[in-house]
């Protein structure tokens, strides 16, 4: 009978083990799972933020993509600080690390990637347009692309001041 009564005792302590090991695995997951949301909401925050400020500059200087720039250049302290302007004025490229800093270093292993392309003006609608894309770059061990995603895309939309009325005699 005593025989019994621990073999008893060992069934139902394996029993309470494989309780115990099959919640902490499902509490192990939830928290992965918070993690990897948590990550997602700080990148989309981010990206909002940074839209939301390139956005305002850009109509604050009338669709210019140049006077952005400068403004940028201002106060980050341009090329070497991971934005550039394209050659022909009508994107600026920006380049942050996992960190959200600046970046130039390609040996990151993730690298946001901001492209603030200009559109120009279109005589038929009246609006100059231009768009925000954050991509994030994903790069293998050996520096290589292995994926990319795009985060965020914002269109933009300026209605240049057009100078009109009556003429008055």
């Given at each position: 009978m005593k025989a019994s009564r621990s073999s008893l005792f060992l069934i139902e302590l394996t029993i309470s083990i494989l309780f115990?090991?099959?919640?902490?695995?499902?509490?192990?997951?939830?928290?992965?799972?918070a993690h990897l949301l948590d990550q997602n909401t700080q990148e989309l925050n981010?990206?909002?933020?940074w839209s939301q400020n390139l956005a305002e500059l850009w109509n604050a200087s009338d669709a210019d993509m140049l006077s952005v720039y400068n403004c940028l250049c201002e106060q980050y302290g341009g090329q070497q600080n991971g934005f550039y302007m394209t050659n022909d004025c009508d994107a600026?490229?920006?380049?942050?690390?996992?960190?959200?800093?600046f970046s130039d270093n390609v040996s990151t292993r993730i690298i946001y990637h901001i492209d603030f392309t200009d559109n120009g003006y279109n005589a038929e609608t009246g609006l100059h347009t231009a768009e925000i894309t954050?991509?994030?770059?994903?790069?293998?061990?050996?520096?290589?692309l292995s994926h990319y995603e795009t985060l965020y895309t914002l269109p933009l939309q300026y209605h240049p001041a057009t100078r009109g009325g009556?003429?008055?005699?």
């Open positions: 115990f090991a099959l919640a902490s695995a499902a509490c192990i997951q939830l928290f992965v799972k981010q990206t909002v933020i600026i490229l920006f380049y942050f690390d996992e960190n959200w800093e954050f991509i994030q770059n994903i790069f293998d061990r050996n520096g290589n009556y003429a008055h005699e």
